[in-house]
């Protein structure tokens, strides 16, 4: 069986579709709430209480492991990963983060910690390394401009239907070796650039606001996110702004055999979201 945790978020939908749509029957997406419309079969399961995971895992199934980032996050993954080892799983393929190391700000530090869990759990392992996400760029639009605090620098987004691909060859083909795999899109663009190219495809101006850090923090906190994490936000778009994230890599190409999606394919598809 492909277990599929996260499986309502926007890659776990994506690779769901994908092992459908090739045929799969062996697909159990876990989720929180009843999900009928992904169409396949699911099972209930929540992180915040790893055993509703773990009782779902069987010898020799591949577990696609993510959710999203809360305070509990990594004793929950450290603890539904060792529930995988002791259930027999044959591979975890999981969701990180690009440059994730204990000790980073926000989620680079959390998937560090997990990363190093997962790789010395005895279990086969591939560890998913994404840039930013192409799908989060809408939550920055507001009102005809692009907020942040990234500066001039090129940065790298990836569309994340291409790590739902990544994962998907990965999850049906023989167990490889235990790798990391640093994801990016084919492109990296300045957010000036990115802010036109999102104006072109709605067919309306949007501007790019670069906002120092501290001013960055309070547009966030205004949106509603709390303090220190608006802060931690706003100070790792300077981070990810000095050009860490802007080289790219082959590897999306490498193991699905098509390049990844550039921002006008995502534009195309997702001018309505904005
Ligand atoms: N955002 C980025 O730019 C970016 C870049 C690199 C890496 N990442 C990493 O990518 C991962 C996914 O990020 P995202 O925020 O974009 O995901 P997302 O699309 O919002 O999806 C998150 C999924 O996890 C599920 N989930 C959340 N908490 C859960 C829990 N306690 N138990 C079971 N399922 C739970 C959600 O289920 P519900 O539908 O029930 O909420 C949803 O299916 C995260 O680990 C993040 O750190 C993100």
């Known amino acids: 069986m492909i277990v599929v945790t996260g499986a309502t978020g926007s890659i776990g939908r994506a690779l769901v579709e994908r092992l459908t749509s090739s045929g799969r029957h062996d697909v159990l997406a876990v989720v929180r709430r009843p999900a009928e419309d992904l169409g396949c079969d699911y099972a209930l399961g929540d992180f915040t209480d790893p055993e509703t995971i773990?009782?779902?895992?069987?010898?020799?199934?591949?577990?696609?492991?993510?959710?999203?980032?809360?305070?509990?996050?990594?004793?929950?993954?450290?603890?539904?990963?060792?529930?995988?080892?002791?259930?027999?799983?044959?591979?975890?393929?999981?969701?990180?983060?690009?440059?994730?190391?204990?000790?980073?700000?926000?989620g680079g530090g959390m998937h560090g910690e997990v990363d190093a869990h997962l790789r010395k759990s005895g279990l086969p392992w591939t560890i998913l390394q994404p840039t930013g996400f192409m799908q989060n760029l809408r939550r920055d639009v507001r009102d005809g401009r692009l907020y942040g605090s990234y500066g001039p620098k090129q940065v790298n987004y990836?569309?994340?239907?291409?790590?739902?691909?990544?994962?998907?060859?990965?999850?049906?083909?023989?167990?490889?070796?235990?790798?990391?795999?640093?994801?990016t899109g084919p492109e990296s663009l300045s957010h000036e650039q990115i802010a036109e190219a999102i104006g072109e495809a709605i067919g309306r101006p949007v501007r790019y606001v670069d906002l120092p850090v501290p001013e960055m923090a309070a547009h966030l906190e205004r949106q509603g996110i709390p303090q220190p994490h608006a802060g931690d936000l706003a100070a790792l778009m300077a981070e990810?702004?000095?050009?860490?994230w802007a080289t790219t890599t082959t590897t999306v190409e490498d193991l699905t055999g098509r390049p990844p999606r550039p921002l006008s394919a995502y534009l195309a598809d997702h001018k309505d979201a904005f």
């Open 54 to 106: 773990g009782r779902l895992l069987s010898p020799g199934d591949r577990l696609f492991l993510n959710s999203s980032l809360w305070p509990g996050f990594v004793d929950a993954h450290r603890a539904v990963i060792d529930l995988a080892a002791q259930a027999g799983v044959a591979q975890v393929v999981a969701v990180s983060v690009r440059g994730a190391s204990p000790g980073e700000k926000l």
């Open 158 to 183: 990836i569309d994340t239907r291409d790590i739902a691909e990544v994962a998907a060859a990965l999850l049906t083909r023989p167990v490889g070796p235990d790798r990391d795999h640093v994801l």
């Open 240 to 244: 990810t702004g000095d050009g860490r």
